[in-house]
């Protein structure tokens, strides 16, 4: 469906993908809108990470994480294998380097679900290329209630990611956008919003010297 950019008739030009980062208070609704995205956009691709925390039910290996142990963690951190990596409710992640430098320079666009760590990484390693979005809940009741419903956790999981969701939510300042999921079709909408106008941004539209001169000619 997207591409990389196409004017009105049609036209493609090529362009650098761009590093697009979901961050927000666990339970807030980020995976759920991370996946209507990665369905609605053919160009956009999940960067997957590797952890170290236990599978949950529905969870595929390899799909929604890479899920190893300490030692193969703490190796790939040896061998400088992630563009960032952070401890979490005492769980390890990491983004692997992988496949994400050649796909941007092809035109291919990443989609990060990274807590504010790795956003702060990947923002000081890539600013260019980045685009950085935090989801907040509307209330702290809603946060808890949407944790509970979600029925992955125990009570004792739930307390923890609730007391971690204040300091959380003070990261807020270290983010391009800021949206509200509130209704989840309309933040969708926001953050899809968001990503198609990061694509036609000057500085990644690289067919544009091309595209100008041939119109200037
Ligand atoms: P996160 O990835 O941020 O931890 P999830 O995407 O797993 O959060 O969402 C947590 C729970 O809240 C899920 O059960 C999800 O279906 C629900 N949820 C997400 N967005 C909304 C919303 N706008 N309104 C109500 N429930 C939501
Ligand atoms: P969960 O265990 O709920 O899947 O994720 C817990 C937190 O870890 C979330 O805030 C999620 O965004 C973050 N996270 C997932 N993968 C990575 C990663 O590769 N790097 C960093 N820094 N955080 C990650």
């Known amino acids: 469906m997207a591409n990389p950019v196409s004017n009105i008739s049609g036209h493609v030009l090529p362009r650098r993908g761009l590093m697009f980062i979901l961050s927000s208070p666990s339970g807030t609704g980020k995976t759920t809108i991370a996946k209507k995205l990665l369905a609605d956009d053919d160009n956009l691709a999940l960067s997957v990470s590797a952890t170290t925390r236990p599978m949950r039910k529905g969870e595929v290996d390899g799909r929604d994480y890479h899920f190893i142990d300490r030692a193969h963690f703490d190796a790939m951190v040896a061998d400088d294998a992630f563009l960032e990596w952070a401890e979490v409710f005492g769980n390890c992640y990491g983004t692997p380097r992988g496949a994400v430098s050649d796909g941007l320079e092809a035109g291919r666009d990443y989609l990060f679900d990274v807590d504010w760590q ?21 209330s702290i009741a809603e946060l808890e209630g949407r944790l509970r419903g979600r029925g992955t956790d125990n009570d004792a999981v739930i307390e923890g990611r609730m007391a971690r969701a204040r300091d959380e939510i003070s990261h807020w300042d270290g983010y391009d956008y800021i949206v509200i999921n509130d209704d989840l079709d309309a933040c969708f909408e926001r953050v899809r919003t968001i990503l198609q106008a990061e694509r036609l941004t000057r500085k990644r539209q690289t067919g544009l010297i091309e595209f100008t001169r041939e119109l200037m000619r």
């Open 118 to 138: 790795g956003a702060q990484q990947l923002s000081q390693r890539a600013r260019e290329d980045v685009v950085s979005v935090f989801l907040l809940p509307p």
